[in-house]
């Protein structure tokens, strides 16, 4: 019956847990999907909203750039006007020679002077053919002197200052070197290298000035001024050249700027193949730049225009070319696409964040309503639990009450009938009766004090006390059954005893309690010990029988209310499972505490230990509320 019912309960509890717990998982995984297709609709209403506005966003920025390099480029330049500042997302801007497109650093070198070139052609002569520094050191001169432009002079210079270090005079040569560090920028020769980088060079290689060519070489690469490409594949090969970086990213734009300029053709056809309302621009290159052609203006010729993607771009946003992938821009940018660096992306948070959000809501509540079953679960085992101790309770007290009630009434039938012989039958039949109705009041007593401690109302009347007195009334109290058992009691007093503050009543109770415990779990031994001692300011009460002993673990639950030892041996034994509760709450009453020492087949030690102390003159009776 046990069983089945809790079967019953079992599958009462899976019932309330399991199905609810499904209808939620059903309602929830149909919630999700619904709000997955909602999510995906929004996401692409929501990205084409944000590629509108983007497009919108990146046109205004272009068109702005573009009207400010016209105003600047229209804004003529003299001695008490600095040009204005370039945007620094434009990358350069070219002017157009009919279908070629010629670069910024695409200056043709000035033609030389009759003179000049008389001059430099003889001190050539004297110096490679003749192997004579001298005489080229002198033509040179002549040169220097019939120069008749800075590019000139700036090449005279650096011909003389090669000849006089040859000849041997490297001061002076290098003074000229220093000098031509000074050079215009536009002073070049027909390569496209500026003389004062091959100064520059020379003194490094002859390690002349290295701090002074370091700032002059770091100078000339963040300035405003443009440098050749020739120019910058020299600088880069110099040692300890400053700002290498820097020399690598302007060298690989320019790089780009001349493969543009040989496929100008291709990308001007893209360009005006584009929309008709509005600038078209073209992408151009892996990292790409954004490039168009402007009109030509009335004081100003057409000439196209490259912006860098990557400072033009609004935040969270990179720009591509069609091979890298991504979304498509559209118009008026053919073939450009762009691609989101994760914090302005729109449908991100649309997909995957809600479906974990549900789940951990899911598991949450499945997660509390098991939790809750679980709780219910147990407190219903509990009370279950409970319910079969009461049981149980209920029959131990019955059967230990039916015991001496049926020896009292059987005894007392035989006095009333006369069927005793003697007298000396009659007075042990009346031994017994006394001794039963004395065993009957201490479970009725035992009953009643445990539930006063549970309900909290149980007072001890503490008074001086001789504890000899008290052990030997207990004593005398379970000599009778002792030895109608066949038990041997040893009594023993160890020392002098003082006075305590107790309740003799209850130390009694708690003797007697002792005393039976070890009657019931003595076994086949019949030597039971009592002693009473003092230890560490204690008064002391040991119990000792030679039994069945106990565990550890029992060791551990054994002044716990209703336990019974689980072993079928102790389990015959009948018992209300009180005896040592009470024992133990006596103790603490008292202000002491109660031990035990037990070994299984060997016997256990139970004992009593109350605090001794000092009685003070005028305290005669005290009451004392026993401590949960």
């Known amino acids: 019956m046990r069983i089945s019912r809790h079967k019953r309960q079992v ?121 004579d520094a001298a005489g080229a050191a002198a033509a040179y001169r002549l040169a220097l002197a019939a120069a008749g432009s800075l590019s000139e002079s700036a090449a005279a210079r650096l011909l003389l200052a090669r000849a006089l270090s040859k000849s041997g005079k490297g001061d002076e040569a290098f003074r000229l070197y220093r000098t ?130 990557a400072r033009v771009a609004p935040p969270g946003v990179k720009l591509r070319t069609q091979s890298a992938g991504g979304d498509v821009l559209g118009d008026p940018f053919p073939g450009l696409y762009f691609e989101w660096s994760g914090q302005r992306a729109p449908d991100t948070p649309a997909t995957d964040l809600p479906a974990a959000m549900w789940v951990a809501g899911i598991a949450l509540v499945l997660g509390v309503a098991f939790f809750g079953g679980y709780l219910l679960l147990r407190d219903v085992n509990r009370d279950v639990r409970i319910a079969e101790v009461r049981s149980q309770f209920v029959a131990s007290v019955s059967h230990e009450l039916k015991t001496p009630l049926t020896a009292i009434r059987m005894f007392a039938e035989t ?36 539930s006063k401690i549970e309900q909290g109302k149980k007072i001890y009347r503490l008074r001086p006390t001789r504890l000899e007195d008290v052990v030997g009334s207990a004593v005398r109290a379970m000599q009778f059954p002792l030895d109608q058992q066949g038990f041997h009691l040893r009594y023993s007093v160890e020392g002098d005893i003082p006075e305590i503050q107790a309740d003799p009543d209850a130390i009694q109770q708690a003797i007697l309690n002792l005393l039976t415990n070890a009657m019931k779990y003595s076994g086949d031994s019949r030597d039971i010990d009592l002693r009473l001692a003092t230890r560490e300011g204690n008064a002391v009460i040991e119990v000792t029988d030679r039994g069945l002993g106990l565990t550890a673990e029992e060791r551990k639950r054994v002044f716990e209310k209703f336990y019974r030892a689980p072993s079928h041996e102790k389990h015959s034994i009948a018992g209300t499972g009180l005896g040592l509760t009470l024992v133990a709450h006596i103790a603490g009453g008292h202000g002491g505490r109660v031990e035990v020492h037990s070994v299984p087949g060997e016997g256990s030690r139970f004992g009593i230990l109350i605090p001794v102390e000092p009685i003070p003159a005028t305290r005669t009776d005290v009451e004392a509320r026993a401590r949960a």
């Open 11 to 131: 599958l009462l509890f899976l019932a309330a847990i399991l199905v609810p717990a499904a209808v939620l998982v059903t309602l929830a995984g149909r919630m999700m999907y619904q709000d997955r297709e909602l999510s995906a609709k929004h996401a692409v209403d929501q990205r084409r909203i944000t590629v509108d506005q983007l497009r919108r966003e990146l046109s205004a920025r272009l068109e702005a750039i573009r009207l400010a390099e016209i105003n600047r480029l229209m804004r003529p330049v003299n001695a008490k006007r600095e040009a204005i500042p370039g945007n620094p997302a434009v990358v350069f801007t070219a002017s157009l020679d009919g279908d070629r497109l010629v670069l910024p650093w695409e200056t043709p070198a000035p033609a030389e002077s009759p003179a000049f070139t008389r001059h430099r052609q003889e001190g050539e002569t004297s110096e490679f053919a003749k192997k």
């Open 180 to 309: 031509l560090l000074g050079a215009p920028a536009d002073a070049r020769d027909e390569q496209g290298v500026g003389y004062r980088f091959y100064a520059a060079e020379r003194l490094l290689a002859a390690r002349q000035e290295s701090a002074e060519v370091g700032n002059f070489l770091d100078k000339a690469i963040t300035g405003e001024g443009r440098l050749t490409l020739p120019e910058l594949y020299l600088i880069r090969s110099l040692p300890g050249t400053p700002s290498g970086p820097a020399i690598s990213e302007r060298i690989a734009e320019m790089e780009q700027a001349v493969a543009l300029a040989k496929d100008f053709g291709r990308v001007r056809a893209r360009i005006e193949a584009g929309t008709p309302a509005g600038y078209t621009w073209v992408p151009y290159g892996s990292e790409p730049w954004l490039v168009t052609l402007t009109e030509p203006q009335p004081s100003l010729p057409g000439f196209l225009l490259a912006v860098s993607s």
């Open 415 to 450: 006095l009333a009938m006369g069927r005793s012989r003697d007298e000396r039958t009659r007075s042990e039949y009346l031994e017994t009766i006394v001794n039963e109705s004395e065993r009957l009041a201490r479970l009725v007593d035992n009953v009643l004090d445990f």
